[in-house]
């Protein structure tokens, strides 16, 4: 069974920051590209970065570019998100979202994502 | 940014009615389309990719259609468990995809 358990979250001042983890099991990690993916509370949903399989491909949306850094650890399953530079507009709960194996539906670095975990909150506020 | 507009926003309706959300795209995405469910704190679920293909596991009641710019998601008969939020998503940008703002289902 596909898992992926965000940890990581929490309360943070502006300005601060905080690194997500995302632990993936039930399928070879390293085939898959990643991505983040948070949701404001009450609001819709914005693709935050993606990373290719083996790293060598990193991507962000404009919003974070400069403040946030994914990163993947294949031997250990893992995904990550470092936050630096925090602001009030980046509180939302942050999923973390697998690509499909096969990309032929896909247009480059962009895709959907066929499994996602529950999220974590991330809090910013003095 | 292509930007996608899903209507209605929210609306009603009852166990075994057919429904149909739309969503449009800014400018034109091909086939590069994908729809989701979201229930009250839980995980969003791939429900439908490539505009028109069904995920594996999903009720053959969802369907979708469209390319270019406007593309339905379709509900054929209600269930009490379908009451939840779609989002669509394009992914044809590069590199970074958008969702539209979210249509809520919710019961009459």
């Known amino acids: 069974e596909v898992q992926l358990v965000e940890s990581g979250g929490g309360l943070v001042q502006p300005g601060g920051s905080l690194r997500l983890s995302c632990a993936a099991s039930?399928?070879?990690?390293?085939?898959?590209?990643m991505s983040w993916v948070r949701q404001a509370p009450g609001k819709g949903l914005e693709w935050v970065a993606n990373?290719?399989?083996?790293?060598?491909?990193?991507y962000y949306v404009d919003s974070v570019k400069g403040r946030f850094t994914i990163s993947r650890d294949n031997a250990k399953n893992s995904l990550y998100l470092q936050m630096n530079s925090l602001r009030a507009e980046d509180t939302a709960v942050y999923y973390c979202?697998?690509?499909?194996?096969?990309?032929?539906?896909?247009?480059?670095?962009?895709?959907?994502?066929?499994?996602w975990g529950q999220g974590t909150l991330v809090t910013v506020s003095s | 940014a292509i930007r996608m507009t899903q209507s209605p926003s929210s609306f009603s309706a009852s166990t075994g009615d057919r429904v149909t959300i739309t969503c449009r795209a800014s400018?034109?995405?091909?086939?590069?389309l994908a729809w989701y469910q979201q229930k009250p704190g839980k995980a969003p679920k791939l429900l439908i990719y490539?505009?028109?293909t069904l995920q594996s596991g999903v009720p053959s009641r969802f369907s979708g259609s469209g390319s270019g710019t406007d593309f339905t998601l379709t509900i054929s008969c209600l269930q009490s468990e379908d009451f939840a939020t779609y989002y669509c998503?394009?992914?044809?940008?590069?590199?970074?995809?958008?969702f539209g703002q979210g249509t809520k289902l919710e019961i009459k």
């Open positions: 979202a697998r690509d499909p194996l096969i990309r032929n539906d896909c247009s480059g670095g962009s895709c959907y994502a066929d499994y």
């Open positions: 039930g399928f070879t990690f390293s085939s898959y590209w």
């Open positions: 990373i290719k399989q083996d790293g060598s491909e990193k």
């Open positions: 400018q034109g995405i091909s086939s590069y």
């Open positions: 490539a505009a028109s």
């Open positions: 998503q394009q992914y044809y940008s590069y590199p970074w995809s958008t």
